[in-house]
Each structure stands twice: as C-alpha cells, then as structure tokens.
C-alpha cells in the first residue's frame, strides 16, 4: 500500500495509509501510534496528529496541547496531603502535584502546615489528649456504677452476702481511685486496675 502525503488542507493526496499518534480527548497524553488508511481526499481522524511525539523520561508523560507535544512530570497514583487539612490527595492526572498540596505526610492529626514543614499543634493536641482522658474517666465510674448498682441496693436493704459486699468495696474503692485522678496530667495518668467481679 502507498504511503500518503496530506495536502495543505490536510487531506489525503492518494489513498494509502499513513502512521499516526493519537492521544486522548480529553487529557492530550499519548495513547498509541496506528498505521491508518486513508482514501483520497480524507483527512486523520480526531485526536490524533502525524507528528512523532519525543522520547519521554521515567517520571514524565506526553501531552499533546496547543498543538505541539509537551512532556509533563507523571505523579499519578501518589498520595500527597491538602496543606489546610492534611487530608490525603490521590493525584490523578498529569502534572505538578495539586496546589495547596504537599509530599509530607503529615505527623498527627494536630499537624498544622507551617510553609515549608508540619508543626504540631502542642495545645490542641494536649486539648484532645484531656477531652479523651476526661471521657475515658466518666466511662470507667458509669461502668462501675452500673456493676455496683445491685449491690448497693442489696447493701441499703441489708440483705447483701458477705461476697458482694467485698465486691463493692473493692468497686467502691476503684471508683475513689478513678475519680482522684488529674486528668489535666495526660501524660502521667496511670488508670487503676478494676476488681474482678
């Protein structure tokens, strides 16, 4: 089969077929050359060209725009984190990493974008740190409440056996110990052991 040449309006001088490079619609990336036939007076088929795209380097990508060829750096299928949340990105399309994105991951959830690093924000952290304490504190004393109820009844009525009574006292004084705990002190918090019912 003849090679073909286009005219000046892009179509075909005589049919033959002819190598061209196609690339998506959408994104411009490269997506594969194909030979093509092309009778007389027909032109290329859309998203594609009949000049070869360059050589591209690991890491990057080939884009056709504005009509020429362009090699863009290729970070697709990393993970890089929103500098206002931390969030993780996915990155998926071609190009530089998204704005307001960067390849640090972020230390904790109290991390807070500084310019150039995450710096910890050390009172929201101790803030959180006192809210879980505070929480952990008010569900270990409902917890013991809820085991000793029965048993304070029992002991107000005066019909408790001498085995639960040891139970509650030993409940009794878990919740002493619980309840006298600082919980402003998160990092020296050393929660008591429970009895064994």
């Keep these: 089969m003849a090679g073909v040449t286009l005219g000046n309006n892009g179509l075909a001088k005589i049919s033959g077929t002819l190598t061209v490079y196609n690339y998506d619609s959408q994104t411009g990336e490269f997506t594969g050359a194909t030979d093509e036939y092309l009778?007389?007076?027909?032109?290329?088929?859309?998203?594609?060209?009949?000049?070869?795209?360059?050589d591209v380097a690991a890491g990057f990508v080939v884009i056709r725009e504005a009509g020429c060829w362009q090699?863009?750096?290729?970070?697709?299928?990393?993970?890089?984190?929103s500098t206002t949340d931390g969030?993780?990105?996915?990155?998926?399309?071609?190009?530089?990493?998204?704005?307001?994105?960067?390849?640090?991951?972020?230390?904790?959830?109290?991390d807070r974008w500084g310019g150039e690093r995450w710096v910890t924000d050390d009172k929201a952290q101790n803030a959180a740190?006192?809210?879980?304490?505070?929480?952990?504190?008010?569900?270990?004393?409902?917890?013991?409440?809820?085991i000793t109820q029965a048993w304070q009844t029992?002991?107000?009525?005066?019909?408790?056996?001498?085995?639960?009574?040891?139970?509650?006292?030993?409940?009794?004084?878990?919740?002493?110990?619980?309840?006298?705990?600082?919980?402003?002190?998160?990092?020296?918090?050393?929660w008591p052991e429970k009895p064994v019912s």
Aim: aromatic share 4%; hydrophobic share 40%.
């Design 39 to 54: 009778p007389q007076g027909v032109g290329i088929p859309d998203s594609a060209c009949i000049d070869m795209p360059p």
């Design 71 to 81: 090699q863009l750096a290729d970070h697709r299928g990393e993970i890089v984190y």
């Design 87 to 110: 969030s993780p990105v996915p990155v998926t399309v071609p190009g530089d990493y998204p704005a307001g994105t960067t390849t640090q991951k972020p230390a904790t959830a109290f």
């Design 129 to 146: 740190a006192i809210a879980a304490a505070n929480t952990e504190k008010e569900n270990r004393i409902s917890e013991a409440n809820s």
């Design 154 to 190: 029992q002991l107000l009525l005066g019909i408790i056996t001498a085995a639960d009574k040891a139970s509650l006292t030993a409940w009794m004084k878990y919740v002493q110990a619980v309840q006298s705990l600082d919980t402003a002190i998160v990092q020296d918090i050393t």
